[in-house]
């Protein structure tokens, strides 16, 4: 009847928005972010291919990210129904097996997308898409690897997002200055992926996730963290003086500065204060990137 909600037991059919939560559009930012900085760092001007980006923003963000969000919550839904029960699958309003159709369903989705804007973004497609079952699923489950699991999601969100943009918008494979430079900012976001950990370390110590922090202890994880994210840094600053951007490198230079300063902060107390410098000096880093396509974008 009209106006009538159904119980969650006899729903067959989940609402629009259980499908939009289940997606978590808090979650696209960051690869859509590294989108556009693959936008910028291809020096294309953005009238000439304005429908390529539109479609490309959707697919590194609703589409690839969103599916990748679908397919860790199906294979955490056991874990889920004990510590988030309120989330779609766990509290039934992703009823059944409609969290693995979502998946399903996306997985194909992203794979016609990626194919009708060109080969190169297809191909980063089908990689993006494998690295978010991988992560998720079993056998390999890279989510429980504290090396391998930060490894995945930084090649996913960063460099795949970034190429994925540098290639919408020349038509096929970036300039080798920008596969460098993604590939190096890709390196030290397994860093970030890191600091995520540290929210969930008793938790995982319980249901036996090998991340780093639990591995190596709080104070060396955030150690490694640091320098994972501080050294690719330094490398992109002396490649941008290097290929004939000073003043970028400058800037990029600036901002590890900068980071090198918060993560005394953080280290002090990795636990307490990895909330901070993520809201800090994780900030410093995505605006590092930008930067940077800023002056590759003179370069290629």
């Known amino acids: 009847m009209d ?7 006899t729903r067959r059919v989940p609402r629009p928005r259980d499908v939009l939560e289940l997606l978590k559009p808090v979650t696209w930012f960051p690869p859509m972010w590294a989108f556009m900085c693959g936008v910028v760092s291809s020096g294309v001007p953005l009238s000439e291919r304005w429908g390529f980006l539109v479609a490309g923003m959707m697919l590194a963000g609703p589409l690839v990210c969103g599916n990748s969000q679908a397919i860790n919550d199906w294979f955490d839904r056991h874990v889920d129904a004990i510590n988030e029960p309120k989330r779609p699958i766990p509290s039934g309003r992703i009823p059944g097996r409609w969290g693995l159709y979502i998946a399903i369903g996306g997985t194909v989705l992203s794979f016609i997308v990626g194919a009708l ?33 930060p490894g995945v999601c930084a090649a996913a969100y960063e460099g795949l997002t970034w190429f994925t943009g540098a290639a919408v918008m020349v038509g096929g494979l970036p300039d080798a200055k920008i596969l460098i430079i993604l590939a190096l900012y890709a390196t030290g976001a397994h860093g970030i992926m890191v600091l995520n950990d540290f929210k969930a370390v008793e938790g995982d110590r319980v249901s036996n996730v090998r991340s780093l922090p639990v591995l190596l202890g709080v104070n060396r994880a955030a150690m490694v963290a640091c320098f ?13 003086a290097r290929w004939g951007s000073p003043f970028v490198a400058a800037l990029v230079m600036l901002s590890i500065a900068f980071q090198f300063l918060l993560m005394q902060r953080l280290l002090s107390d990795p636990a307490k204060h990895a909330p901070f410098y993520n809201a800090t000096g994780t900030t410093l880093y995505v605006l590092g990137m930008l930067v940077s396509a800023i002056g590759l974008r003179a370069l290629v």
């Open 3 to 9: 106006g009538v909600t159904l119980p969650l037991a």
């Open 117 to 149: 804007i060109n080969p190169w973004v297809f191909a980063a497609t089908i990689l993006g898409v494998f690295l978010a079952w991988i992560y998720s699923a079993p056998p390999i489950r890279a989510k429980a690897n504290g090396w391998w699991g």
């Open 228 to 240: 994972t994210m501080a050294i690719p840094q330094v490398i992109v600053a002396v490649l941008l």
